[in-house]
């Protein structure tokens, strides 16, 4: 790879409140950019109170360079006027990937928007199209109705005929890789991971005093904004079945508080009627991710929730791999045979137990407590670090850049 080999990532997540998208892409630029790459960034930000916050952000971010190509209005009234807002905003691209003439156009797709126009561009400037795929598309097409939902479909069909005409397809688990060859499209495995330098076990007393958190508490810990696919609630349930001596012990640690407002009121509600309402601790977005893996560490156990639909069965979210960085045991609400339910078991990481198992939940919540099953369980999460270590696939993703850009050899 020459020195002046020139890289564009384009993603459409909403730049510093995406959290965990954000860190893979960080760790991919910064980790290239020490590989004779000219890696710049260019993504969405958001219209509203936190954009003059975001911008400021933007310019300490630690990319050589960062660019805004969609101003996004994510509300949650007129979705097909907004979705269509949305699209018009990767118009930009046309003007900014000419300007900066990439050498390979990355494109990083949990938002299904943006693909049309940065594939057509990247081709009329003769730059290699990397698509990378961390979410199912079909997502989007299921969390609507009516036309919307068909305007989703047709983004969703469109940009499964351009994964297949592009250079290289990217996935983050195996089950998307299956699902992707479904729709006849190759993709090579580079999985989420984290960045075990930063999410790593820190001590564990200092962390709960600056919290407030008594020692002989027992923490669990949520990373992210619990509302639609994120479901809590099976949870507190299972904490009110606890036996009143344990119960007393549980503290849930939430980390980024609520992102869906009637969610908060019913889960707020649910928790006075069960009396938990003094058992769970809520703290602001952490943006700053050493910040954040202290405050998990603080944690006996890391909880990922999810929904029910077997749409999110391929996927594994983030915040899995930092609690096992940090050295967290996980609780999983999950679907049984689902990607994430079978790493748990694959590793023994854990315990997973389906939403609706309230006898699951209760007894995985009781072997927290049983301090022989946790450390043979903080065992195999010690073992596994290697295995996330978020500097594997961004090897893998340099070397699969590298080999696009050689020369083809004739037979």
């Known amino acids: 790879m020459s020195k002046d080999t020139k890289l564009v990532i384009v993603c459409n997540y909403t730049f510093p409140l995406a959290g965990a998208p954000w860190r893979r892409i960080e760790y991919f630029s910064n980790f290239l950019s020490r590989y004779k790459m000219d890696v710049t960034v260019i993504g969405a930000i958001e219209l509203g109170r936190e954009t003059s916050k975001m911008i400021k952000a933007i310019r300490g971010i630690k990319y050589d360079k960062f660019r805004v ?10 979705a097909l006027i907004i979705e269509i807002f949305n699209f018009i905003g990767t118009f930009p691209l046309l003007i900014i990937l000419p300007v900066l003439k990439p050498k390979i156009v990355y494109i990083s797709i949990p938002y299904i928007e943006t693909l049309p126009t940065a594939y057509l561009v990247a081709r009329l400037i003769d730059a290699k199209i990397v698509i990378d795929v961390r979410d199912p598309l079909e997502y989007w097409p299921s969390w609507t109705k009516g036309f919307t939902r068909k305007f989703f479909g047709f983004l969703t069909l469109l940009d499964y005929i351009l994964m297949r005409k592009s250079d290289l397809v990217l996935a983050v688990t195996p089950g998307l890789i299956r699902l992707l060859a479904q729709q006849g499209i190759v993709a090579h495995l580079v999985m989420n991971g984290a960045d075990t330098q930063i999410f790593r076990p820190y001590p564990r007393s200092e962390v709960r005093r600056k919290l407030g958190l008594n020692d002989d508490a027992i923490v669990l810990v949520f990373s992210g904004r619990l509302g639609g696919y994120y479901d ?6 299972g904490i009110a079945r606890l036996s009143n001596a344990l119960k007393k012990k549980v503290v849930l640690l939430l980390v980024g508080g609520f992102g869906d407002a009637s969610y908060a009121s019913k889960f707020v509600r649910i928790a006075k009627e069960l009396h938990l309402s003094s ?8 943006l700053d991710a050493r910040t954040l893996a202290e405050v998990l560490s603080a944690a006996n156990a890391g909880v990922v929730t999810h929904v029910t639909s077997e749409l999110y069965d391929p996927a594994i979210p983030v915040k899995f791999y930092e609690y096992l960085a940090c050295g967290l045991p996980v609780i999983a609400l999950s679907r049984r045979g689902s990607e994430l339910w079978r790493l748990i078991e694959k590793w023994g990481v854990g315990f997973a137990c389906e939403q609706h198992d309230l006898d699951c939940i209760t007894r995985a919540l009781e072997k927290i407590f049983d301090e ?3 450390e043979s369980i903080r065992a195999n999460v010690l073992r596994v670090r290697l295995l996330i270590d978020r500097r594997r696939a ?7 850049l590298r ?3 050689e020369p083809k050899r004739d037979a």
């Open 279 to 286: 058992n769970i601790k809520v703290l602001q977005p952490i």
């Open 394 to 400: 961004a090897e893998k993703l340099y070397s699969l």
């Open 403 to 405: 080999e696009l850009l």
């Open 232 to 237: 809590a609630i099976p949870l507190l349930h």
């Open 372 to 374: 022989s099953t946790m």
């Open 69 to 78: 190509f969609n101003l996004q209005w994510r509300i949650g009234i007129f």
